[in-house]
């Protein structure tokens, strides 16, 4: 998960002033950082591999499966101020928290020299540590840590243990109860931060796998609450026309973040070079996706999908309407509640969605850029921009295409800020960028280093790229797998350098065909020949 901050955060109507703060100074952390670590080079190959894993609690005896969401005091146990601490330590892992209490995440403890065969072979032995440690720290055999996409009856009933009702202030959910957030104080007001500033509940609808035995056609599931009222007018969407007919309708955060993949993290030699991967693997993420499919149940139905993708990308959605383009449900604004609606943009995706343009790889030589040519970066979404974030870059040394990307992505407010550190050091801290950087979940994220990463120091990580479309598989060896063959087909594109350029808009398509169940079997997908 992303930035954890210690602190007090500001409720959405009071964070939205302080907004523009945040975004100034994350650029200006920003320029810090490449003005230190711009000339750096040659840095190893590294990399490591984020798995994240459900505590299901099983009763044999009654023969059900809930996500347990009273053990999470085991991250506390297992960081490094914890009494089993030495117990992640000496097994080389490290584990973090993640949105959901029934979650956790774990990485190696250091990160894999891509360099070295015996790293490859290793990365199964220390995935199944992880398993391991966090078994032994839960010390309750009923309890298991699963890799699953997304547990098929979130929603559903009865499935937490403890029980716990939906009936909380974050979410205000009709099927998930905030009893599933993570207690640190981020989680719950990104939670309801991010309905306040939409101005309504976020609203996911995945089509319904359709069989003989489904329900009929054109009908809105009949299991949506319809006789709540305790949260006026949020109870009364679906009804309005937040549910549409033959979906499974999710309304709350919990849905997608909720979900679990495998994210692979590379450290390039350079700059230049990390651009060249990550645009290099703009297509692929795609490809990732459909092939690891792994989400064919949401809220006790069968999809027409079998990815989780569009289900985390609506769940984080805090577009209003009007940059939605969609008219306002019954008793909700049309700008939900943003500060300065004048300066509103249309805006065609969500903070959580695919790669919206290419960096560039721009070539060492007089010559420029060398496979890139801006016509690839054909996506409309791409050219909603801050302006004053580009012009800003441009002045500093920024080329336009590198100026754009980070202009895109500082469209977005900052959704939890936290009092205590509105006032942060630019020059050797970058929590405002972070702020905004990690809270735009893509298929890739471009990460650059911090203003510590001089080229003399190697002791802080460089230049990296963040492949994050894959969902998670149940057995150690496949996930083991799948990294492997990420990052042996990164090195390998780093040492060929092959042309891997199409329009971008391509590898959107992609990313719809992506989304159609079976689809790495039965359906055909855009690829550079």
Not at 108 to 133: A, F
Not at 302 to 318: P, T, Y
Not at 346 to 371: A, C, E, M, T, W
Request: hydrophobic share 35%; with cysteine.
């Amino acid at each position: 998960m992303g930035l954890l901050s210690l602190g007090t955060p500001f409720h959405w109507m009071e964070s939205r002033n302080y907004s523009e703060h945040v975004r100034d100074n994350g650029i200006e952390q920003l320029l810090h950082m490449f003005e230190a670590a711009k000339d750096r080079s040659n840095d190893e190959f590294l990399w490591g591999d984020e798995i994240e894993y459900m505590l299901v609690k099983f009763d044999d005896k009654k023969k059900k499966a809930k996500l347990s969401i009273d053990k999470d005091y085991i991250l506390q146990d297992l960081g490094e101020e914890g009494k089993s601490y030495s117990l992640a330590e000496d097994n080389d892992v490290l584990f973090h928290p993640e949105y959901g209490r029934f979650m956790i995440e774990a990485t190696p403890l250091k990160p894999y020299n891509g360099e070295k065969l015996s790293d490859y072979i290793y990365v199964q032995e220390n995935m199944s540590k992880r398993r391991e440690v966090a078994i032994a720290a839960i010390k309750d055999e009923t309890i298991v840590p699963l890799t699953l996409t997304s547990f098929p009856r979130m929603g559903v009933a009865d499935f937490t243990f403890p029980s716990a009702k939906p009936n909380g202030k974050a979410s205000k959910s009709l099927f998930l109860p905030d009893e599933i957030i993570n207690r640190h104080v981020r989680f719950p007001t990104l939670t309801a931060n991010i309905r306040r500033r939409r101005g309504c509940k976020v609203a996911m609808n995945i089509p319904l796998f359709r069989d003989v035995n489904t329900r009929g056609e054109d009908e809105v599931d009949d299991t949506i609450p319809k006789d709540r009222n305790l949260f006026e007018p949020y109870d009364n969407e679906p009804a309005d026309g937040a549910a549409l007919k033959n979906h499974i309708y999710m309304d709350s955060m919990g849905f997608g973040m909720g979900s679990s993949c495998l994210q692979v993290t590379m450290q390039a030699p350079n700059l230049n070079r990390s651009r060249y991967l990550y645009d290099s693997l703009v297509n692929i993420a795609p490809l990732m996706l459909a092939l690891t499919g792994a989400a064919p149940i949401f809220r006790g139905f069968l999809a027409d999908q079998d990815v989780r993708w569009n289900v985390i990308a609506g769940a984080v959605d805090d577009r209003t309407p009007y940059e939605r383009d969609v008219d306002a449900l019954p008793g909700h604004k049309l700008t939900g509640n943003t500060l300065e609606t004048g300066k509103l943009k249309k805006i065609p995706k969500s903070r959580y969605d695919s790669v919206d343009q290419y960096l560039g790889d721009i070539n060492d030589s007089k010559d420029g850029f060398h496979f890139f040519n801006s016509k690839y970066n054909d996506s409309e979404s791409s050219k909603v921009i801050n302006e004053k974030v580009y012009n800003k870059l441009l002045e500093n040394g920024f080329d336009p295409v590198l100026a754009n990307h980070f202009a895109h992505l500082f469209i977005r407010d900052p959704i939890v800020i936290f009092n205590e550190r509105l006032v942060q050091d630019n020059k050797t801290e970058n929590d405002h960028f972070e702020n905004i950087q990690s809270t735009n979940w893509q298929t890739l994220r471009f990460k650059p280093p911090t203003q510590a990463a001089i080229p003399s120091n190697k002791k802080v990580p460089g230049w990296r790229v963040e492949f994050r479309p894959m969902e998670i598989q149940i057995t150690d060896f496949e996930n083991a797998a799948f990294a492997n063959f990420i990052v042996l087909l990164s090195l390998a594109i780093l040492h060929n350098s092959p042309n891997m350029y199409l329009p971008i808009s391509f590898a959107e398509l992609n990313m719809n065909v992506a989304h159609k169940r079976d689809a790495a079997i039965n359906e055909k997908f855009h690829f550079k020949v």
